[in-house]
């Protein structure tokens, strides 16, 4: 059996190394990191801005990495196709983050058509009204998007990797800024993929 530690270390590394080949995505993650710390410390004075900040900044630059510049194709460096790493993915794989941001960008469009969401909120009276209300949603959407799958890991893997991955999740901003912060600078020499992680494929390598 595993320690708690050990099992945090396993999934911090296993998401590395599987899911963060692309220079352009870990500076992505460098800078997600970065403004998500910044809405962590506003949720003790401002939780709507941090709302704000860590949905329309934070997630939007995180996940377009994953989206657009991380490789899709075979994983010679961990032997493994995309659609095994995306089968075995203990968080949230690009086909449940699609679920996850899809309610998040129609959240507004829910609450423009009822003012109340379905009596919960006084009828917005202003634009700034209204976006504080939608900031209000996205707020409940990050803390029941990080609930919802660790209770679902209780059920289908056990309680500890449920709670170590909500553990690894809530401190990856910490995690990424330490991991990623050479990586504009790498991507500024040209290197597109971490030749650590076993697919070397910089610029010079596709012009020659």
């Known amino acids: 059996m595993m320690s708690f530690r050990e099992q945090l270390r396993t999934q911090r590394w296993d998401d590395h190394r599987y899911y963060h080949h692309s220079r352009i995505n870990q500076s992505l993650h460098f800078v997600s990191a ?29 996940q377009a990495g994953h989206f657009f510049f991380e490789p899709k194709g075979y994983d010679h460096g961990n032997h493994a196709t995309h659609d095994h790493k995306e089968e ?4 949230y794989n690009l086909n449940r983050k699609i679920v996850l941001m899809a309610i998040w960008a129609l959240s507004p469009l829910v609450l423009f058509l009822d003012p109340t969401l379905f009596g ?36 289908i893997r ?26 504009p600078l ?9 030749p650590g992680l076993g697919q070397v494929q910089t610029r010079k390598a596709r012009s020659n």
């Open 158 to 183: 056990d309680v500890e990797t449920g709670l170590v991955w909500m553990t690894k999740i809530l401190t990856d901003p910490f995690h990424d800024l330490k991991l990623y912060y050479k990586a």
């Open 88 to 91: 075995i993915k203990v968080g």
């Open 34 to 62: 970065f403004s998500f710390l910044v809405a962590y410390a506003l949720l003790f004075v401002d939780p709507v801005a941090a709302a704000l900040i860590g949905w329309l900044f934070s997630m939007t630059t995180r």
């Open 120 to 155: 919960v909120f006084t009828p917005w009276a202003s634009p700034a009204d209204f976006m504080r209300q939608v900031a209000k949603v996205w707020l409940a959407i990050g803390i029941g998007g990080v609930l919802f799958r660790t209770v679902h890991l209780f059920f």
């Open 186 to 194: 790498y991507l500024m020499k040209g290197e597109l993929i971490d």
